[in-house]
């Protein structure tokens, strides 16, 4: 059993930046993909990026790229993503998400993880 908690959300304004954290709580050593997804209000929910926990794989989608950095501490069993540059689009509850698995050099569809932490709000205002 994966447990997930994420915490770094906040407002800011627009070109800001904030750090998002996902402590993982797992008891094996078994290699996972990491994901962080956002959903914004009326809308789907979004894959934003992925790492692969025992490799060097991470993937973006096209929205954040440049802009978002996700790296992961495996002493400390936290996934980051980096946000910076933030523009009032990237408004969503950003939530950590897990499943024992390859990323397969994408972050992929919501449904293939099994494992989700509990939300996390991002704000930027204009």
């Known amino acids: 059993q994966v447990q997930l908690v994420e915490s770094g959300g906040g407002s800011v304004q627009a070109g800001g930046s904030l750090r998002l954290s996902c402590e993982v709580s797992?008891?094996?050593?078994?290699?996972?993909?990491m994901a962080w997804f956002r959903q914004a209000p009326g809308k789907e929910r979004e894959g934003v990026a992925a790492?692969?926990?025992?490799?060097?794989?991470?993937v973006y989608a096209d929205s954040v790229k440049g802009r978002f950095t996700i790296s992961q501490d495996n002493v400390e069993k936290t996934v980051y993503l980096q946000m910076k540059n933030l523009k009032p689009e990237d408004t969503a509850v950003y939530y950590c998400?897990?499943?024992?698995?390859?990323?397969?050099?994408?972050?992929?569809?919501?449904?293939?993880?099994?494992?989700w932490g509990q939300g996390t709000q991002v704000t930027v205002s204009s």
């Open positions: 998400a897990a499943k024992a698995d390859y990323c397969y050099f994408q972050v992929g569809s919501s449904a293939t993880y099994p494992f």
């Open positions: 797992e008891d094996t050593n078994k290699p996972y993909c």
């Open positions: 790492i692969y926990t025992h490799g060097d794989l991470s």
